[in-house]
């Protein structure tokens, strides 16, 4: 069995090591973090790539076992090299949100005017392919969050969410994610390439 020890590092780099020995083929390997976000996103990982993944905690370390059980899965788009192309026409528009309100000035407008946007966002219509929160967006995701409505809705209508779990983890609001996918930063670079048009907020 390979093991691979990222503690300490930040994401991606423990999907990317973790990616270099699935690479080389490795049918039982052990993978070694210190947060729950790469946890998550190492696990999601090798479970598109054909391993079943069973993790332990122990005084905040996390030991994901993975064993290739199949072939390689397309269902978790955010994973990198698993997300289809966009179709040939079909236009794919990600939304970029890095805080948890719009424009600068009276903090009460700009969360106001957040919300409206995110209300409205729905009126892209099937183009609207997917959002990703960094920064502060991530408190648009969490529990009790006014825009969590409207986010479920779009979930509902095939809308893609990633929230950032570097991001999540720094304002201590991972388990209180109530909405869309943990992702790190080579799931959201990959993204970018793949979409045809990003919108910054």
């Known amino acids: 069995m390979q093991i691979i020890d990222a503690r300490g590092l930040a994401c991606p780099a423990p999907v990317i090591e973790t990616k270099k020995v699935v690479e080389k083929g490795a049918e039982h390997l052990q993978v070694i973090v210190d947060n729950d976000a790469a946890r998550q996103n190492v696990s999601r990982f090798l479970e598109s790539r054909g391993y079943e993944a069973a993790s332990r905690e122990e005084q905040g370390i996390f030991e994901i076992s993975g064993s290739r059980v199949g072939e390689p899965s397309r269902e978790d788009a955010p994973i990198v090299c698993d997300v289809e192309a966009p179709a040939p026409k079909e236009k794919k528009i ?3 949100i890095t805080a948890d309100r719009m424009g600068r000035g009276d903090d009460t407008l700009g969360a ?13 219509g099937p183009e609207l392919w997917r959002i990703v929160f960094v920064n502060s967006g991530v408190k648009l995701a969490i529990e009790g969050a006014a825009a969590l409505p409207d986010l479920e809705e779009l979930v509902q209508n095939r809308v893609s969410i990633l929230v950032c779990g570097t991001c999540l983890n720094h304002f201590n609001l991972l388990e209180k994610k ?5 992702t790190n930063m080579l799931d959201i670079v990959t993204s970018l390439q793949l979409a045809d048009r990003v919108i910054n907020i």
């Open 94 to 96: 990600l939304v970029m």
């Open 178 to 182: 109530a909405v869309g996918e943990t």
């Open 112 to 124: 106001g005017l957040m919300g409206s946007f995110i209300k409205t966002l729905k009126e892209m």
